[in-house]
């Protein structure tokens, strides 16, 4: 049979056809056999696709509670081909978070090579990160924030005015889109030195373009998955997908800003100036002597880059606590008025709300915890192996390059950690009850070095807010108010409240 005979042969086709298939399976099974082979439970995966099949159209807080239920505090899971271990095991997360960090420093992240995101501080790895990190954080110390707190103050007086508003109008607020307003406000003015006029409007250009950079629609699409099923095709593409017009806006904005700046001797107290003066302080050692970590032109990007991180990182994390506040206060009248008491108190000691007021009331700080503890606003926390890892004598395994998982809004209402996981309690966080939990139940800002930088900005922020707003209104549930607030679907980082209306109306004080 001459070789034209042999490739023409029926037989031929069919063996090659098949063989082709087998080593396509084989490919696309490869490493699914990771966690059985380490007598490790999970979810079975499908060929390609691992675990995600449907994803990009479930809702996250009840798909992930589901899971953590069914396969327990350490399973299994595929995104894709890569192994991602999920843990709830509060041992487990602390190893991962702060014990054997050096083994797990980096996020999940698509490494943009292109100039400003190259700095976001949440994408970058090993120790670029730890440099920039270092350099960002003394940007919010307690007196930076102090400083800053005067910017967040004007912020809730224009909120307040907003809220009389629909107080003296409709009697209710939808809550997410008016504190979406309110923690756009605060970007608006600390981390773009922009006062903007047409707040709550659609048609301004940096509520538009924010709007673009926020919420692709993406997210309800199984496109949602590509960077996670191929890093690497994504990543060539990284350029096109994120630097978008509505994202150079902001790079734009801010660069004239940095430059206005660099002519002037005026002080604002605000995000752009404390991380100048923050990264213009970080030295390093060269042959002896101390000298700036960074040139001027390095500083400008690491600051452009923050302040646009500081819209992606703390907008709709802060907009959505402050919903969930609201919501819950007007669910549980009781909760309300023993935190307008503990107000109307430290009012009389420090005469107006402030950043000192603030710091002092436990209750308060008590509150915004359970509402978080609840409502994680951050889904998952994650976690890049960056060194291969092993735990508990080496019964478990983590390869470098493999993801592991913290699922904050599950870990949060687990039974065991958080009896009656469902009821809003702030006292669960009294000290004597805080003193039996263990931190790494709380995920709430994650944990270890690499948990939320902008940790006590948002804090200072959603405080003041809170007090002004209690002091002054009572919130309460009106007819459109759900019993239980639900959450979008998708595959999205933050949680997403949907249908939070409420009612408002003024003090009688007032
Ligand atoms: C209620 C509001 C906020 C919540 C719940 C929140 C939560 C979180 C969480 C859970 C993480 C991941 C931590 C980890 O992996 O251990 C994170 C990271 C981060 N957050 Fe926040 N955040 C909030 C507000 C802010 C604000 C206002 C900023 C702005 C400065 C900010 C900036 C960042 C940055 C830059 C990171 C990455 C840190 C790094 O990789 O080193 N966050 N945040």
């Known amino acids: 049979m001459d070789l034209l005979n042999i490739l023409s042969s029926p037989v031929t086709w069919v063996v090659t056809i098949v063989s082709f298939l087998y080593i396509l399976y084989r490919h696309a099974t490869s490493t699914f056999n990771y966690f059985s082979d380490q007598g490790i439970p999970g979810p079975k995966p499908m060929p390609i696709i691992g675990n995600m099949w449907g994803i990009w159209k479930a809702n996250l807080p009840e798909y992930d509670s589901a899971l953590v239920k069914q396969y327990g505090k350490v399973f299994g899971y595929f995104d894709g081909l890569v192994p991602n271990l999920w843990i709830t095991d509060v041992d487990m997360i602390k190893a991962v978070c702060v ?240 935190l307008y008491e503990s107000i109307v108190a430290k009012m009389e000691e420090h005469g107006e709300v402030c950043h000192e007021m603030v710091q002092d009331l436990p209750y308060l700080e008590m509150v915004i915890h359970e509402v978080m503890r609840i409502y994680s606003p951050f889904l998952r926390i994650e976690r890049e192996c960056t060194k291969d890892y092993s735990y508990d004598n080496g019964r478990i395994k983590i390869k470098k390059g493999q993801m592991v998982t913290i699922p904050a809004f599950a870990l949060h209402r687990m039974e065991e950690y958080y009896p009656a996981p469902d009821k809003f309690d702030p006292e669960r966080w009294s000290p004597e009850n805080k003193a039996n939990q263990s931190p790494y139940t709380f995920m709430g800002f994650g944990a270890g070095p690499r948990n939320c930088v902008g940790m006590r900005f948002a804090l200072e922020e959603m405080k003041i807010a809170i007090c002004t707003m209690v002091q002054k209104f009572r919130f309460f549930p009106v007819e459109e108010t759900p019993e239980k607030l639900s959450f979008d679907d998708g595959l999205t980082q933050i949680l997403q409240p949907v249908h939070a209306v409420v009612g408002i109306e003024f003090r009688q004080s007032n």
Request: hydrophobic residues 40%; aromatic residues 10%.
């Open 99 to 338: 014990k054997d960090f050096e083994h797990f420093v980096d996020r999940r992240s698509f490494q943009i090579k292109t100039k400003v995101m190259r700095k976001w501080l949440i994408m970058m790895k090993g120790q670029e990160w730890k440099d920039v990190r270092s350099s960002i954080t003394p940007a919010f110390t307690s007196g930076k924030i102090k400083r800053m707190s005067s910017l967040i103050k004007d912020c809730v007086g224009d909120l307040c005015d907003r809220l009389s508003n629909f107080t003296e109008n409709d009697g209710k607020i939808n809550a997410k889109l008016t504190f979406s307003a309110f923690t756009m406000d605060v970007i608006a003015r600390c981390a773009f030195g922009l006062k903007i006029e047409t707040l709550g409007s659609e048609d301004d250009t940096f509520i538009k373009n924010a709007q673009h950079v926020l919420n692709p629609p993406t997210n309800r699409s199984p496109v949602v998955l590509l960077p996670l099923l191929f890093p690497t095709l994504f990543l060539m593409f990284a350029e096109r997908i994120f630097l978008t017009k509505e994202m150079t806006f902001f790079f734009d904005l801010l660069e004239n800003v940095l430059r206005e700046r660099s002519q002037s001797k005026e002080k604002f107290n605000d995000f752009i100036e404390m991380a100048d003066e923050a990264i213009s302080d970080f030295t390093k050692e060269v042959e002896g002597k101390t000298v700036p970590m960074w040139s001027r032109e390095e500083i400008d990007e690491i600051i452009i880059a923050q302040s646009t991180l500081f819209m992606l990182a703390g907008f709709d994390t802060t907009a959505t606590t402050l919903t969930n506040t609201c919501f819950q206060l007007a669910r549980n009248p009781d909760v309300q008025e023993k």
